[in-house]
């Protein structure tokens, strides 16, 4: 079993930044499974944000964050991270980390979730 622990979500007013990270303690992982975030908000399912392929070649954004967020891994700290800048009210969702030996794709087949964290930006 892989545990993903998130950190770094909070409150930030629109056009903030914030940055968010997944370790997975005592695991390494991130240079073998695809990794990526997903957001779910108050009453809407959960969506895809941000994904790495399983072999690291390339990383996939969601339309809706592209040029604002970016994603990265620590290869050495087994962790990767969300940085999130020109934040709007619309990114207020609970983020949760995600991993699979295989790839993102399929949200119903992914192998491990974190626990997720919250984001809320004010207006």
């Known amino acids: 079993q892989v545990q993903l622990v998130e950190s770094g979500g909070g409150l930030v007013q629109a056009g903030g930044s914030l940055r968010l990270s997944c370790a997975a303690p005592?695991?390494?992982?991130?240079?073998?499974?695809?990794m990526g975030w997903f957001r779910q908000a108050p009453g809407k399912e959960r969506e895809f944000v941000v994904a790495?392929?399983?072999?690291?070649?390339?990383?996939y954004y969601a339309d809706s964050v592209k040029g604002r967020f970016t994603f990265s891994r620590d290869n050495a700290k087994n962790t990767v991270y969300l940085q999130m800048n020109s934040l709007k009210p619309d990114d207020t969702a609970v983020y949760y980390c995600?991993?699979?030996?295989?790839?993102?794709?399929?949200?119903?087949?992914?192998?491990?979730w974190g626990q997720g964290t919250q984001v809320t930006v004010s207006s």
């Open positions: 790495i392929s399983q072999s690291g070649g390339k990383i």
């Open positions: 005592g695991r390494t992982f991130s240079s073998r499974y695809a």
């Open positions: 995600a991993a699979d030996r295989v790839t993102l794709a399929n949200i119903g087949e992914v192998d491990y």
